[in-house]
């Protein structure tokens, strides 16, 4: 691993003569593994069937075995089975890597007899070999678990081993070279003039143990005679409201509010004080349960129902946009199936969520003059998202070269697929049974709709009906008197219309957003002015808020260095200093997760209510993460794969997408390598998104060669 720190300089250390003990024994451990591993591996010859009738004799000979013989036995045994490993799913045809062919090594003792162990990518066992996979070889799980100089008593392989762990040390190889070594004696790093310490430069994650908000909650301890809050109290902050967003959160009545800002300067906080603001000045104009407030995710909504009590708003729904479109279209249109699919192609997303569907439905609804009738509603929704004539002269006038003929047809194919099986499944007269492609009886609560369908039908019934009616007042027009929509740079603007069109005549609305954190490449907008345009607003004043209140300033310059030339703003006020942004970088997965669980267990010591996410860009290389460290056995440790934040302490393992707006203590990026994060404004955005979830430090991971979304700082010290 070497370590490069986003606007900070390492302090360099003369090497040493001679290098440590530790060194020169690595130095003689890893000239003889390479030596061994240059001889031919026989795994591609061996003979499996013989292997395991083997394993299987042995298995049955050592509970029987003289006491000095079961450790020889159980030697062979696990050698045998490690080999079986190294043919299936270690290999897979690569065999170790002789540039980098471990990333750990580890002394242990057993019945007085020792022996090394390495961990890598791919297992070897023979010439004396015992490089072991760390994903599929049993004997890693000490390394992870255990600390040098530690005792263990494991089950291993289905059996009980004991013994102590004389070595652990991590070791970076890179190109056959030995250049790191780290054990607890120390540090150790290769350059050009040779060998020196460097202790005092590995990183640590402290001094950030409840800088992030938490959910709301009346948990509190005695410690030491004071009272401590476990969970932190966003309502505190209404304390701490600066004059700008004061300005904002009084704004008239009868108003659209806009509030931007960059991540962390409180946009959200500020659009739901607001809404308190208005409720607590004139409940009767500001009902609590005629509000709504529109969040990005299940967690953020949680959250935020947890809060509006404590900040004296009862019976507020809070909602995401799709649960609530779904609830209206299923109350509106009972006889259409209840489910919808999540497994839209992103042609058909961008098709019905384009800003331009909004004037293909006026058009068509003016047009064509119907029944106001939930049915006919339906109708005209298959008629406009499968006629292809259609919806090349709709985007043709209004939105010239969005798509090409063929990314037109793509999704056409899609919903004509999709209106064909609608229309047999809602035909009276057809009495046999609905069938798929493959003959197999279609369920009657099967999908025939994408979750995108849903804001078009509601549109569709605005346009053809009148206003959504109300569930409880007797049909009578849903009208809110104040809607708030967060994240809002992740809508459509025919999903905003939506809302907009279900407010009372006042027209009461807060908007807060950053077109910087957009993550949606198939829907929502990047640019504010086209996005009122869209939605047939003018002259909308939009609040800018200047100041960074979670993130440290090293945060906020290497989030603004990633976004590049997407930076909208200024350099934003930041309320405080903090630990460097650390780019950290690996020759292997493995290695980087010895490195923090190690990190992360001692953070877990000293910060107890310290809460981290771990944010890969993809929910494959999330599950990587978690596996290994769950095979470490971290404490507090959870995979987050549908909202379920707990904002308890603790680490937490996701993709990005799912942390959006929400903080953390720490965050360390997961993998910001040059293969997972290549050079894109959609790959900057998110990104910028998963470095400003961090509150108080910030780690970033690469393994091999670093992003080049990355400043240039950080990339050459890397």
Not at 233 to 247: G, M, R, V, Y
Not at 651 to 670: I, N, R, S
Request: proline share 6%.
């Amino acid at each position: 691993m070497s370590s490069s720190s986003f606007s900070k300089t390492q302090p360099g250390q003369s090497p040493e003569e001679r290098p440590h003990a530790i060194v020169q024994e690595e130095l003689t451990l890893l000239e003889r593994n390479l030596k061994a591993l240059g001889e031919l591996a026989p795994e591609a010859n061996i003979d499996r069937d013989a292997i395991v009738a083997e394993m299987n004799r042995l298995r049955d000979e050592i509970p029987t075995a003289q006491t000095d013989e079961r450790p020889g036995l159980m030697d062979q045994y696990e050698r045998l089975g490690n080999l079986l490993l190294q043919q299936g799913a270690s290999l897979g045809g690569a065999g170790v890597d002789l540039a980098s062919p471990y990333f750990a090594h580890m002394r242990l003792v057993q019945d007085g007899r020792e022996r090394d162990v390495f961990l890598g990518k791919a297992t070897r066992l023979d010439h004396g070999l015992r490089i072991v996979d760390w994903r599929h070889a049993p004997v890693s799980a000490l390394f992870y678990r255990y600390a040098e100089g530690d005792e263990f008593v494991e089950e291993l392989g289905g059996r009980e081993v004991e013994g102590r762990v004389l070595v652990r040390r991590v070791v970076g190889i890179a190109d056959g070279l030995l250049n790191r070594v780290q054990g607890p004696q120390g540090l150790f790093v290769r350059d050009e003039q040779g060998w020196a310490e460097r202790s005092a430069g590995v990183p640590r994650l402290t001094g950030g143990q409840g800088v992030a908000a938490r959910g709301v909650s009346g948990n509190r301890k005695q410690l030491k005679g004071t009272t401590y809050r476990v969970e932190k109290h966003l309502p505190e902050i209404s304390a701490l409201i600066d004059p700008e967003q004061f300005d904002v959160i009084a704004a008239a009545d009868a108003e659209l509010v806009v509030v931007r800002g960059v991540a962390g300067s409180g946009k959200t906080t500020v659009a739901l004080h607001r809404l308190a603001f208005l409720n607590y000045r004139d409940r009767a104009r500001f009902r609590a349960d005629r509000m709504l407030v529109i969040v990005w995710g299940d967690a953020l909504r949680r959250f935020i129902s947890r809060l509006l009590p404590a900040l004296g708003v009862h019976s507020t729904p809070v909602r995401t946009y799709g649960y609530w479109a779904r609830g209206i279209r299923k109350r509106l249109f009972p006889f259409l199936p209840n489910k919808s699919g999540d497994g839209t192609p992103a042609i058909v997303t961008r098709l019905k969520l384009h800003p331009a569907m909004l004037r293909i439905l006026e058009d068509y609804v003016a047009g064509q003059p119907a029944a106001p009738t939930a049915r006919q509603v339906v109708e005209d929704w298959m008629q406009v998202v499968s006629d292809e004539t259609l919806l090349n002269a709709g985007f043709a006038r209004w939105a010239p070269g969005a798509f090409s003929e063929a990314q037109l047809q793509q999704a056409i194919r899609w919903t004509s697929q999709q209106v064909g099986q609608l229309s047999d499944y809602l035909d009276p007269e057809d009495t046999e049974p609905l069938t798929d492609e493959e003959g197999k009886a279609i369920a009657p609560d099967h999908s025939f709709l994408d979750a995108e369908d849903d804001p078009l039908l509601l549109r569709l019934y605005q346009l053809r009906v009148g206003p959504l009616p109300s569930k409880s007042r007797r049909h009578r027009p849903l009208r809110y008197q104040h809607i708030v929509v967060d994240e809002v740079q992740d809508l459509s603007p025919l999903e905003v219309r939506v809302l907009m069109d279900c407010l009372d005549d006042q027209n009461s609305m807060t908007l807060s957003g950053d077109t910087q954190q957009h993550v949606l490449q198939e829907a929502g907008f990047t640019d504010w002015e086209e996005f009122f345009g869209h939605l047939g607003v003018r002259g909308v004043a939009v609040n800018t808020l200047k100041v960074a209140y979670r993130s440290t300033l090293p945060i906020v310059r290497f989030s603004r260095a990633v976004l590049g030339s997407l930076v909208e703003d200024e350099e934003p006020e930041v309320s405080r200093d903090g630990a460097p942004v650390e780019v950290l970088r690996f020759q292997d997965h493995g290695e980087c997760i010895v490195f923090l669980s190690d990190a992360l267990r001692a953070l877990a010591e000293s910060e107890p209510s310290a809460n981290v996410a771990l944010l890969a860009r993809s929910p494959e290389v999330a599950d990587i993460y978690f596996a290994g460290l769950q095979r470490a056995e971290l404490p507090e440790l959870a995979r987050v794969r549908d909202q379920e934040f707990s904002f308890e302490p603790g680490v937490e393992v996701t993709d990005v997408a799912q942390a959006k707006g929400l903080e953390f203590d720490y965050v360390v990026l997961l993998d910001v390598s040059e293969t997972s994060w290549p050079r894109t404004d959609a790959g900057r955005r998110l990104l910028h998104v998963g470095a400003t979830r961090a509150a108080h430090q910030l780690w970033v991971t690469c393994i091999g060669k670093p992003s080049p979304l990355l400043p240039a700082a950080a990339q050459d010290g890397a």
